[in-house]
C-alpha cells in the first residue's frame, strides 16, 4: 500500500513538472503577442489620428470647424461601431 502512494506522488510531481514547463513556454508566448498587440493598437491610433486631424484640416476651409468635426466624429463613430461588431461577432464564433 505505501509503494503505491510513493509511486502516486512520484508520477504527480512528475506530471506537474512537466505542466510547469509547458506553462512558462505558453506564458512567454503569451507574454510576446500581448506586447506585439499592445505596439499594434498604439500604432493604429496614431494612424487614426493623423488621419483625422489631416481631414479636419482639409474639410475645415469648406465646411467651417463644427462641420469639420461634426463629420470626422461620425466617421471615427462608424469605424467604432464596425470595430465592436466585427469583436462581437467573433466572440460569438468563439464560444
Known amino acids: 500500500m505505501l509503494r503505491i502512494f510513493s509511486q502516486f506522488a512520484v508520477k504527480l ?14 506564458a512567454s508566448k503569451l507574454a510576446l503577442v ?33 462641420a469639420a468635426l461634426l463629420v470626422i466624429g461620425l466617421i471615427v463613430l462608424a469605424l467604432a461601431g464596425i470595430a465592436a461588431a466585427t469583436a462581437a461577432r467573433f466572440h460569438k464564433e468563439q464560444q
Open 13 to 26: 510531481a512528475e506530471l506537474a513538472e512537466a505542466e510547469g514547463r509547458l506553462a512558462r513556454r505558453h
Open 34 to 66: 500581448m506586447a506585439a498587440m499592445l505596439l499594434a493598437a498604439g500604432l493604429l491610433l496614431t494612424a487614426i489620428l493623423l488621419l483625422a486631424s489631416s481631414l479636419y484640416y482639409a474639410l475645415a476651409p469648406h465646411l467651417g470647424q463644427p
